[in-house]
């Protein structure tokens, strides 16, 4: 059964910095795509961030790029967010989801797997 | 950067069927997927590739894409289909996934 089990979330303050981690299991999470995609509270589904199974090909959405650091460890089959110079726009549930496997443009959507999520507050 | 533009709501008894829209610049030249996610739930892929259905997902979804405007089509709706939908593509324009703003479903 495949599995994505997100962690890390929590308050922190404007102009601080977060960990997120994903945890995957149930598939070879080494040979798909992987993306966050957020979702500020009564908005809708915003993309953040994907990257390649290989870590060769990496992509962030503008309002996120030079302050987030998408990357993944397939030894320990774990996608992270680093989010540094958080704002207050960044608040959000944050989800992991998993893209095909494949790599190139098109293989980053098609998400068939989310985790539950986990909240990001930024607030002083 | 590519836009996807989606009816903020759409209301149907139940029983009839449900048509909701995306609309983007030549989408008909795109891939697109479209997701429902309940209240307080992660959101669950119902349509992919413009008319793909995972495994799971009931016959009474359908999608199609052509020109300026995909559509997902929920035929004999229920209260449980009651939701946010969001429509995705990928841009290779901006090599950025785009998700449309949502609509929601009320079934009356």
């Known amino acids: 059964e495949v599995q994505l089990v997100e962690s890390g979330g929590g308050l922190v303050k404007p102009g601080g910095s977060l960990r997120l981690s994903c945890a995957a299991s149930g598939f070879t999470f080494s040979r798909y795509s992987m993306s966050w995609v957020r979702q500020a509270p009564g908005k809708g589904l915003e993309w953040v961030s994907s990257?390649?199974?290989?870590?060769?090909?990496?992509y962030y959405a503008d309002s996120v790029k030079g302050r987030f650091t998408i990357s993944r460890d397939n030894a320990r089959n774990s996608l992270y967010l680093q989010m540094n110079s958080l704002r207050a726009e960044d608040t959000a549930v944050y989800y992991c989801?998993?893209?095909?496997?494949?790599?190139?443009?098109?293989?980053?959507?098609?998400?068939?797997?989310w985790g539950q999520g986990t909240l990001v507050t930024v607030s002083s | 950067s590519y836009v996807l533009t989606q009816p903020p709501s759409v209301s149907v008894a139940p029983g009839q069927t449900a048509r909701i829209t995306c609309g983007g610049n030549?989408?008909?030249?795109?891939?697109v997927h479209w997701y429902q996610q309940k209240s307080g739930q992660a959101p669950v892929l119902v349509v992919y590739?413009?008319?793909d259905r995972p495994s799971g997902i009931p016959e009474r979804f359908s999608g199609s894409n052509s020109g300026s405007t995909a559509t997902l089509t929920i035929s004999r709706v229920e209260a449980g289909d009651e939701a946010d939908y969001y429509c995705?593509?990928?841009?290779?324009?901006?090599?950025?996934?785009?998700f449309g703003g949502g609509t929601k479903l009320t079934v009356l």
């Open positions: 995705q593509v990928w841009d290779s324009g901006s090599d950025h996934v785009v």
């Open positions: 030549n989408i008909g030249s795109k891939s």
């Open positions: 989801a998993r893209g095909r496997d494949c790599s190139g443009g098109s293989c980053y959507s098609r998400n068939d797997y």
């Open positions: 990257i390649s199974g290989s870590s060769s090909d990496i």
């Open positions: 590739d413009d008319s």
